[in-house]
């Protein structure tokens, strides 16, 4: 767990804070499982996290699971998975429990019937017994018409005759609250005081037909019944925000909840290419994508921070612990961000020049054993050799995953050892056998340290054959490392040892000889 910041003064956050303590806010994360986050998803929980591990508050992870058609099989094991790795955890909720549970909501049906029931009873909701096409057609003379074509109130007073004609009539209703005739106004920590007009504001579907309970009904009464203080969520939800507010008032007056209204703060979008809103579909959009490249969490979730918020004005890096310290709800920019996979990735290397070199070499190791490499648990030989690398990679990696390339010649065995054909088509050209040659007399008997290899090979091919640096290593790199972009040449050499250099370049120039 990330350490919560030390004893801080919130005098100047009264309207954040709404007369609550810091220990009291509660904020909820609340994805579907659907599989492995995206982006925007994880930048809501980044906001999330941080704004209740700033205030010494709570997060409560709940699962929106009413929504079967979207669930997969694995989809709750793959959100749990990713919250795990990116380092946002939660103080309840699944694995944790908790005083509200349970937490995920197809194990919460009774608790939504009997809420129906209540605000049925109150008069706060009532049934529709509107055809599709009734509604269609009724929308459709609003439109013509000029007016609102959401709902029209048809069945807000129907009598217990016309409730019978309809009963009889085989129809099955859906259950609508039932909006109050003035604006809806709320002040979101993000966008200031939003009005809704009661006109543009129509009688809601709770539940449908088949007594499925609805998104609309069943995020508001959990959010009541877990005493939610703090809602940070996507700015595309805004206009479904009046009817949840209209929502927790109608609760607050049948007793559900604490009778306390979250307060709202709608995140910007995050924007993909072409300006439009970046969707599960976009490359770059899911979370398994950055974890299959390497990508260290504190370096994603620290550039996820920068879209819409940042930590000063000429500051982009900084650890998840300097973020709880400082963030601020208030800062959060409204306008929309932009997410660029370039600056995503240099955010990424930053952080991975941050890291001390044991931790580094660490956590390239189960990226050289995916690719069959190193074993799991690599030997005290191997982890030695990839400790002497990291100095050699460090600041030239992205990501982890770029770790195989350049350091995985380094461990494979010879006979399973193979030269990139592109780069053999391109270097081990022309010339390159007479290189090759001299490079295995300048090594056979040198001292075996870098500052010798550099030595006989700068004498051996550059006075020696005449040739540029670039015509002399060249070969001699790619018949090293099966590559023409590798670590350090000559440091690259004394790791490697004196038989396995030797030995590729001998077989480099054979090939060569043979064609």
Known sequence: MTDRPAAASFDDDGDVLGGLEPHQVRLRFAPSPTGYL????????????????????????????????????????YTLESLRWLGIDWDEGPEKGGDFGPYQQTERMDIYSDVVARLLAAGRAYHCYCSQEELEQRREAARTAGQHSGYDGHCRTLTEEQVKAYVDEG??????????????????????????LPENLSDYVLVRANGYPLYPLV???????????????????????????????????????????????????????????????????????????????????????LLGWSIADDRDVFTTAEMIAAFDIRKVNSNAARFDPKKCEAINAAHMRMLAPEEFGSRMVPFLAKAGVLPAEPSADQRAVLQAAVPLVQERMNTLSESVDMLGFLFVDDAAFSVDPDAAAKVLTGDAGAVL????????????TTEAIEASLRTSLIEGLGLKPKNAFGPVRVAISGRRISPPLFESIELLGREKSLHRLEQARASLLAG
């Open 171 to 196: 129809r099955r209703p859906v259950v609508r609250l039932r909006m109050p005739d003035r604006p809806i106004v709320f002040d979101d920590l993000v966008r200031g005081e939003i009005t809704f």
């Open 219 to 305: 995020n508001p009464v959990d959010d009541a019944l877990m005493e939610i203080t703090h809602v940070l969520r996507g700015e595309d939800l805004l206009p479904s925000t009046p009817r949840q507010v209209a929502l927790y008032e109608a609760l607050a007056e049948i007793g559900v909840g604490s009778g306390r209204t979250p307060r709202f703060g709608h995140l910007p979008f995050v924007m993909g290419e072409g300006n439009k809103k970046l969707s599960k579909r976009d490359p770059g959009s899911g979370l398994g994508e950055y974890m299959q490249r390497g990508f260290l969490p504190e370096g994603l979730l620290n550039y996820l921070a």
């Open 437 to 448: 040659e001299a490079a295995v007399k300048a090594l056979a008997d040198v001292d075996w």
């Open 38 to 77: 995206h982006v925007g998803n994880i930048r809501t929980a980044l906001f999330a996290w941080a704004f209740a591990r700033h205030y010494g508050g709570k997060l409560v992870l709940r699962i929106e699971d009413t929504d079967v058609s979207r669930n997969t099989s694995d989809g709750l094991s």
